[in-house]
């Protein structure tokens, strides 16, 4: 019948499941829906130890990273974002393994605007140790339990770690080199 009317068999089928995806998300967000996907689901099949080796691998390129990059006041402030992030996030996990759960933003766990590049370093490793410290108990505690996330929705130890990991990550695209100085920008007669 299909064939008379022109309309393809899989046609129909892939109409049926849009539309049953489209009565799924109904009553969702689809943010939480994408994270549970994408960072959560995804997080929860992992080893455990794989979770915590990815932070640490991520710490060790990130310090060599940090370490070639020039000290300028926008490179201060990612670093400042990144470390705010994984300050919030690092008491996020700490919910799992017993403290209460507080609303709060990553705009409260800022470094002080007069931290020095290297001030910065030496705190994001230190976050860093915290969260591998915390998540590793997290880890052990809470493996069904979630904790709500501002934007993405309630997340799993698991997935708090994904997320803290991918967010470090990812924000240290956002770094910039130093401006190389070519030949034509020196100022006249001080050329070889």
Known sequence: ???????KARHVIGLAALGGLAWYLRDKNLTHVIANGVLDFPA???????????????????????????????NRKQLGHIIAIERWGTHRLKVFNGQ???????????????????????QFAEVRKETLREGQEALANGKEQ????????????????KYLNYHA??????????????SESQTPGLQG
């Not at 019948?1 to 309309?7: E, H, S």
């Not at 924000?171 to 080199?177: H, L, N, R, S």
């Open 1 to 7: 019948m299909l064939k008379v009317m022109g309309i």
């Open 44 to 74: 929860r099949k992992q080893n455990p130890s794989q979770l915590l080796k990815a932070l640490e691998d991520t710490q060790v390129q990130l310090a060599r990273k940090f370490r070639d990059l020039p000290d300028t006041p926008e």
């Open 100 to 122: 209460d759960f507080q609303m709060d933003s990553s705009h409260e766990y800022y470094p002080s605007d007069d931290a020095t590049w290297e001030d910065l370093m030496n």
């Open 146 to 161: 979630k904790v709500e996330h501002n934007q993405l929705g309630a997340l799993t130890a698991a997935g708090w770690l």
């Open 169 to 182: 990550y990812l924000e240290a695209t956002k770094f910039k080199k130093a401006d190389p100085v070519s």
